[in-house]
């Protein structure tokens, strides 16, 4: 762990979690939707604040409330070799089954005034999107980072994110052959762990990242077990799902990240939260093996972390987990 800060760095709180060696490990919300909107910068703190996305976080909030429907809305900064002027972006992906590796997506360039009624028809009325067919781009081939930079909700993101997004987007994007774009993203949640990034279309989580480690990331050039300390979860499972998932990638390599995978709390201490049974099921992708794990994850101790950044810091205890028992079943 890097620890070469100056002293104004500690009144950040990812600083405060990584010297304090916070484990970043499900720290991650679980989405079946995703929508990305391209905008400007600045950004206000919550980006509901913006009135041309207002329309489309009221129906969000109302597709939770209502139907339990949970959709994570991002803004993405406009890029001077991706983007086109007089035109959004719309990045939409959605989980395509109950087990799975990688979300769906389809991503649209279009006037700002359809982004409402595009978001409706992806939502809530799938028979209205022939309508934005002459926008639709494809590019699902085209793996996606996307790194938080949004310094109005909290300094680090900005302070720690903006330089891992430049080494991303100048030494990886540029030289990935039309294969990767990086972008800067608004908050997705966890500052305390910033630098963070989600990695589309598979919607995992990185955070605490440092430059050395990007090239492994990127490239998946040697031991997924070098990774271990900056993984923050996939958003495909619950928290205590997570936590399993991980142990059982680091045992089986890269491969794991191509199972279509699900999982579920078989049993639970929800009043402490010390322990909870959990099973992932998962089969190859051509369907020749089949199979699922139970874990067992206990709570292992409790660090000293900050919730957000600022000259007068609260610090708060967080429990650490760890997988005590991890079994294949099938």
């Known amino acids: 762990m890097s620890n070469n800060y100056a002293l104004t760095d500690c009144r950040f709180c990812s600083v405060v979690s990584k010297t304090n060696g916070e484990d970043p490990i ?89 982004i409402y009624p595009l978001a409706k028809a992806l939502l809530k009325q799938p028979e209205q999107l022939q309508y934005f067919e002459q926008y639709q781009q494809q590019t699902s081939h085209i793996r996606e980072l996307m790194v938080c930079t949004h310094a109005n909700h909290d300094a680090a993101c900005g302070r720690f994110g903006y330089p891992i997004y430049k080494k991303l987007r100048s030494q990886y994007a540029a030289n990935s052959q039309g294969q990767l774009r990086v972008w800067r993203v608004s908050h997705f949640g966890g500052h305390r762990f910033a630098p963070t990034l989600v990695d ?54 890269w491969d794991w990240i191509d199972y279509y995978k699900a999982g579920q709390v078989l049993g639970i201490d929800e009043q402490e939260e010390t322990w909870a049974e959990v099973r992932i099921d998962f089969t190859t992708p051509d369907g020749s093996k089949s199979g699922a794990y139970e874990a067992r994850v206990e709570v292992s101790g409790e660090v000293t972390t900050a919730p957000k950044s600022g000259d007068e810091m609260s610090l708060q205890a967080a429990k650490q987990y760890r997988v005590s028992h991890l079994v294949q079943v099938e």
């Open 26 to 114: 499900a720290s991650v919300g679980t989405f079946d939707h995703w929508l990305l909107v391209e905008m400007a910068q600045p950004w206000s703190p919550q980006i509901g604040q913006h009135s041309t996305l207002q329309p489309v976080i009221e129906m969000l909030t109302a597709l939770r409330q209502e139907h339990g429907i949970k959709v994570r809305p991002l803004l993405i900064a406009p890029d001077r070799e991706y983007s086109y002027p007089h035109a959004t972006r719309v990045l939409y992906y959605q989980r395509p089954a109950r087990l799975f590796a990688k979300f769906q997506k389809q991503e649209f360039l279009l006037p700002e005034e359809q």
């Open 200 to 253: 589309f279309p598979e919607g995992r989580y990185w955070g605490h990242l440092e430059p050395e480690m990007l090239d492994l990331l990127v490239q998946r050039n040697g031991s997924v077990l070098g990774l271990r300390q900056f993984y923050r979860g996939w958003t495909g499972l619950t928290k205590w799902e997570q936590i399993a998932e991980r142990e059982i990638w680091m045992q089986q390599g």
